[in-house]
């Protein structure tokens, strides 16, 4: 087996899936599980497919196609807002797309007519986190134009929060996307089938039935993945964490100054890494850099070491305080947060390593 290497728990995915589909039926929401952090990997998917998940959410097309082309025949929500040099040939492989503007509603209107289908679209909101969205005073002109265009059908409205600005998912935003879709369905004398809620920081607000009897769509991709929230910093009880784990080896080990050495660029601010004086330190240099993980991201498995930062091939530790005694050669082995993960997926370097 050659290094870096990625183990992936998949029997512990699948049973998140499992169990988030199950918990969430209960509550009559449908869940979209985002398999977006994949970067299309089809052994992964196969573990969505054997807990019986028949609605998924990529942002990529080319994933989406080959998900398709490896014989998935359940429903397929575009996830990123389509550019439009994509929506012709996104037409036949998709049965809804997140939609924010009028332009995108029209095109996606224009082919699917062309391609004699019929394409559901869900208008996103935006409640705070500045990501993608329309205004609240702006969604009644985007939902009267979409009915009025043919083979599009307007499906309900969504938000998504917590990925740009990192405004958490509350009472207040979650009622003001409920009211919003109440107004809209009054306006337009029109039922709205969608409301979908939001992603993984989403699922903590289920608990209170005045949000969870009106929501019923849920769009989780790091829940299942990892079994953690990362906006309200917390681990999904009962559920698998860290499906995945990074084994990286090591290059070099020297006791360096931890202090460096020269005038610093950047008008002295370096270039971001951690950088503390603790005198001679143990250093541990590992075969990993930024080209295949977000080193933010990494936790390490064995007490007392920690990450300094890392360079485009190089990931830096300080392995002073190791348990262990450790040499070149040696196998770190870290935790993955999604960041970490989502790189780890789409770096060609990292041997993929899947254990059932
Ligand atoms: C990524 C994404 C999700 C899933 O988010 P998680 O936090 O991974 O559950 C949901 N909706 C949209 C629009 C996304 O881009």
């Known amino acids: 087996m050659s290094y870096p290497k990625l183990d992936i728990y998949l029997t512990k995915i699948e049973a998140n899936a499992q169990k988030l589909k199950k918990e969430l039926k209960a509550k009559k929401i449908k869940l979209t599980a985002v398999v977006k952090g994949l970067a299309g990997d089809v052994e992964i998917f196969k573990a969505y497919q054997k807990a019986d998940i028949k609605s998924i959410a990529d942002s990529r097309l080319k994933n989406i196609i080959k998900y398709r082309k490896a014989g998935y025949q359940g429903e397929i929500l575009m996830l990123r807002i389509p550019m439009l040099s994509e929506i012709e040939k996104m037409i036949p492989y998709v049965d809804s797309v997140l939609v924010s503007e009028a ?9 699917a007519v062309k391609q004699k289908k019929v394409i559901d679209l869900i208008i996103m909101v935006d409640l705070g986190d500045r990501r993608e969205g329309i205004l609240a005073k702006n969604l009644l002109a985007l939902a ?10 307007l499906k309900g409205i969504g938000t998504n929060l917590g990925c740009f600005a990192g405004i958490i998912p509350d009472d207040e935003n979650t009622k003001k996307l409920i009211a919003l879709k109440k107004e809209l369905e009054n306006s337009l004398n029109f039922k709205l089938d969608i409301l979908s809620a939001g992603n993984t920081a989403t699922l903590k607000l289920i608990k209170e039935p005045e949000l969870s009897s009106e929501i019923t769509n849920l769009r989780i991709g790091e829940g299942i993945l990892i079994g953690t929230d990362i906006i309200n910093q917390d681990l999904l009880q009962d559920y698998n964490h860290y499906n995945f784990r990074l084994q990286a080896e090591i290059v070099e080990l020297k006791a360096k ?22 005198g001679l330190r143990k250093r541990a240099i590992l075969a990993v850099g930024k080209q295949d993980i977000d080193y933010q991201g990494l936790y390490p498995k064995q007490k007392g070491v920690q990450v300094l930062g890392a360079s485009s091939d190089h990931l830096i530790t300080d392995i002073t305080d190791a348990e262990l005694e450790l040499e070149v050669g040696d196998i770190l082995e870290f935790k993955l947060n999604y960041s970490a993960m989502l790189r780890a997926m789409t770096s060609q370097y990292i041997t993929k390593n899947y254990i059932k």
């Open 103 to 111: 332009k995108t509603a029209s095109l996606i209107s224009k082919f």
């Open 144 to 153: 009267a134009k979409i009915k009025s265009l043919s083979a599009v059908n």
């Open 257 to 278: 100054p931890s202090s460096p050495e020269g005038e610093i660029a950047f008008g002295g601010q370096g270039r971001g890494q951690l950088i503390e004086d603790k």
